[in-house]
Structure formats: structure tokens, C-alpha cells
């Protein structure tokens, strides 16, 4: 389903604009279920959300990050140009960037 960017994007309502399925063992973490792998980030949370690339030793492809005021969401960029989708509640955002290492600058 395409979202609509009337408003600001928050976890809730990506959450109940796209299927997601639970991570297993991943508390608070959901991976985009539709098999949507051709859209990117911008086209989940749209233009006004702040979105950084990173490189990570713990991860083989691009991490995108776009940070929600109650959550955010984390793409992988394969080397194809195809994305993994993740959605994440505050909890599980921080313990993933922690695991990947990245640290984001403050807005």
C-alpha cells in the first residue's frame, strides 16, 4: 500500500500502512512482509524525515536509517539497488544501531 505524507510518519502509522512481520528473537523489530524489496526509505516515511547512510562491520549492505519521534525504520541497501525494510520501537532501534555501531547525530 502506498502511504500517504499528508502528515509526519510515526511508528503506529507505518505500522498499520504496510505488513510487517516480527523479527524472530527481535523485540520491538518488524521486517516489511510484503516483498516490497523496489521502494526505498523515503518512499515509507516520505520527504520530511531525515534519513543518513551508514557502513557498518556488522552489516554487508548500505544501512539506511530514518529516525520517527517514536521509533524509526532501518534499510539495508543491496548491492542491486533492491532494500530489506525494518520498522522499530524505540527500544528496538537503539539495541540495533548498537549492534551495528552507528551512532546518529543529533537533528
Request: some cysteine; charged content about 25%; overall charge negative.
Amino acid at each position: 500500500m502506498a502511504a500517504d505524507h499528508a502528515s509526519d510518519p510515526t511508528f503506529d502509522r507505518l505500522f498499520a500502512e504496510w505488513t510487517w512481520q516480527p523479527i524472530p528473537d527481535c523485540h520491538g523489530r518488524f521486517r516489511l512482509a510484503s516483498g516490497d524489496t523496489e521502494t526505498p526509505p523515503e518512499g515509507l516515511v516520505g520527504p520530511n524525515v531525515r534519513i543518513t547512510e551508514h557502513r557498518s562491520n556488522a552489516a554487508r549492505d548500505a544501512v539506511i536509517v530514518a529516525p520517527l519521534t517514536d521509533g524509526g525504520l532501518i534499510g539495508y541497501r543491496r548491492d542491486d539497488g533492491t532494500y530489506v525494510h525494518t520498522l522499530n520501537t524505540p527500544d528496538g532501534l537503539r539495541r540495533k544501531l548498537l549492534d551495528l555501531g552507528i551512532v546518529l547525530a543529533e537533528a
